[in-house]
């Protein structure tokens, strides 16, 4: 994955509802826990609705597959305050994570953080991710060019080609960790 640390947003800080300046790090092995926790805040919600949330399963799904060669730190004034994750495989690219804390929530700061991913590197390969059903982060992802590819019950697996028009949704799907 490319380098992406240290690259401030455009936007101005404040209260407002503007997100403000943040920067990148990569991740390491003891981002883990307070990751798993963030994690399990901002997934509980949608998890309760479902009827899937469990206190202990939330937090081991993303320490069983956490790996931070694929993850970066989300960072506001040097306070870390979000992660995304990205797996490369072969033919594909899995858009694993992203999280920002609630008090940074609904200030497009995860917009800017995806359109930064999104446009880092020329990678042909397309992006993969799923999402829970109801989920608001699916408009996000939308918005950013993913389109829905299936669903089930519960998750909506959704792809976008690297110039953002979804041509590989019709590609097989590989299973990927929500």
Do not use: C
């Amino acid at each position: 994955m490319t380098d992406l640390s240290q690259k401030p947003s455009p936007s101005a800080a404040g209260a407002s509802g503007v997100p403000a300046p943040w920067s990148l790090r990569p991740a390491d092995p003891s981002d883990a826990p307070w990751m798993a926790e963030l994690r399990a805040d901002v997934m509980r919600p949608d998890l309760e609705r479902l009827g899937r949330y469990d206190v202990v399963r939330v937090r081991r799904r993303f320490l069983d597959a956490y790996r931070p060669e694929h993850t970066s730190v989300i960072e506001v004034d040097g306070i870390a305050i979000g992660l995304f994750a990205v797996r490369p495989e072969p033919d594909e690219r899995w858009f694993e994570h992203l999280y920002v804390r609630a008090d940074h929530q609904g200030r497009g700061l995860g917009g800017q953080v995806l359109d930064h991913v999104l446009r880092a590197d020329s990678d042909p390969r397309p992006f993969r991710l799923n999402v829970l059903q109801g989920s608001a982060a699916r408009r996000l992802y939308e918005r950013h060019g993913f389109v829905v590819e299936r669903e089930d019950a519960i998750d909506v697996w959704m792809v976008r080609s690297a110039t953002g028009d979804g041509r590989e949704a019709a590609q097989p799907v590989r299973s990927a960790g929500a």
